[in-house]
């Protein structure tokens, strides 16, 4: 097995690649947990309550949606390994 050393157009390319794909993903999940934790919020204030299971709901459907965002890191990472 072969090593090559990257030059610095490769280091560049990949560090902007991994970064683009963590801030999206760190964006994407801050924002679905905001909305998971701002209805809940905003109900109680109104004086009503939401109905049971509304939180796990919210964040089961977080953790299928932040799958996407792992592969895509993944294959940003993984393309610069030889």
Do not use: C, H
């Not at 610095?8 to 683009?20: C, G, Y």
């Not at 009503?48 to 592969?71: E, Q, Y």
Request: charged share 10%; net charge positive; glycine share 8%.
């Amino acid at each position: 097995m072969t090593e090559t050393n990257l030059n610095s157009n490769d280091k560049l390319q990949l560090k902007s690649d991994i970064k683009i794909s963590m801030v999206f993903g760190l964006l994407f999940s801050i924002a679905l947990v905001i909305i998971v934790g701002l209805i809940p919020g905003v109900m109680f204030i109104l004086g009503k309550s939401p109905s049971d299971g509304f939180v796990t709901r919210g964040l089961n459907i977080i953790g299928l949606l932040f799958i996407p965002f792992v592969a895509i890191s993944w294959t940003n990472i993984l393309k610069y390994i030889p």
